[in-house]
C-alpha cells in the first residue's frame, strides 16, 4: 500500500524564481492539504484540495497556488520565491475529510531559496 | 496567535520510564487532537488520536489524556524506548475547518 509520495526531495531555487511541488497521496485517498513548515516550527496549513478544486486556504499569500488532477496528485507552485519562503513542505492526504479523519503525511519536499 | 502550544522543546528520559509529552490549546472549538511523531528527514507520521467525547485513548504504549475544561492534553508513552526518540507534535482541528493547527513541537530524546 504506497504512502503519501513528494517530489522533488530536495529544491534550490534564487529569490524571484517560480517553483512547482508534487504530491500523490496515499492509495484510496481523495483530499490533498499542502502545509509549510519552518525550521523550529510546526506545519503551517497552506491549503487544501478536494474534487480539483481548493476548498480551504490558510493564511498565505497569492503566490501560493495549487491545483488537484483527476487522479487525486497535486500540485503546489509558489511565484516570486522570497527568501523566507524556504522551508520544508509538506504534502497530506486523507479521505474527504470526514469527521475524525487523520490526515497522513508524505516526507517533504526540502526548499532553500538563495 | 499560537492556539496549540507545547510549552517544552526538548525532554529527556531513561530508558524504560514514562515519557510525558503535553499541549495546551486555546481554542474552545477544537473537538480532534492528534499527535504525530517526526524523525529527521521524514514527514510527520501519525501516532494517536482522540476525540473530545473523550478523555482518554489508548493504544499499545501510547496513551492520550484531554483534560477539556484545562484545555490540556497530554502524550504518554510506556515504557520509553530509544527508537521513540524524535520530534513530537500535538494538532488540533475542529469540524467546521479543514486545516490542523500544530505546536512547535518536543524533542524527546530517550536514553539507553
Known amino acids: 500500500d504506497a504512502g503519501v509520495t513528494q517530489s522533488p526531495t530536495h529544491l534550490i531555487k534564487t529569490r524571484g524564481q517560480q517553483v512547482t511541488l508534487r504530491c500523490s497521496p496515499k492509495?484510496?485517498?481523495?483530499?490533498v492539504s499542502w502545509y509549510q513548515q519552518a525550521l523550529g516550527q510546526g506545519p503551517q496549513f497552506i491549503f487544501q484540495?478536494?474534487?480539483?478544486?481548493?476548498?480551504q486556504r490558510g493564511n498565505f499569500p497569492d503566490r501560493f497556488s495549487g491545483h488537484q488532477f483527476p487522479n487525486y496528485s497535486s500540485e503546489l507552485n509558489v511565484n516570486a520565491l522570497l527568501l523566507g519562503d524556504s522551508a520544508l513542505y509538506l504534502c497530506?492526504?486523507?479521505?474527504?475529510?470526514?469527521?475524525?479523519?487523520?490526515?497522513?503525511f508524505g516526507p517533504g519536499t526540502r526548499l532553500l531559496v538563495l | 496567535d499560537q492556539q496549540v502550544k507545547q510549552n517544552s522543546p526538548s525532554l529527556s528520559v531513561q530508558e524504560g520510564r514514562i515519557s510525558i509529552l503535553n499541549c495546551d490549546y486555546t481554542n474552545s472549538m477544537f473537538d480532534y487532537f492528534l499527535w504525530y511523531k517526526k524523525y529527521p528527514a521524514e514527514g510527520p507520521t501519525f501516532l494517536i488520536s482522540i476525540s473530545s467525547i473523550k478523555d482518554k485513548n489508548e493504544d499499545g504504549r501510547f496513551t492520550v489524556f484531554l483534560n477539556k475544561s484545562a484545555k490540556h492534553l497530554s502524550l504518554h508513552i510506556v515504557p520509553s524506548q530509544p527508537g521513540d526518540s524524535a520530534v513530537y507534535f500535538c494538532a488540533a482541528t475542529f469540524s467546521g475547518t479543514y486545516k490542523y493547527i500544530f505546536g512547535t513541537g518536543t524533542r524527546l530524546k530517550v536514553l539507553a
Open positions: 497530506a492526504s486523507s479521505l474527504r475529510r470526514l469527521a475524525g479523519e487523520t490526515q497522513y
Open positions: 484540495y478536494y474534487e480539483e478544486e481548493e476548498r
Open positions: 492509495s484510496g485517498h481523495d483530499t
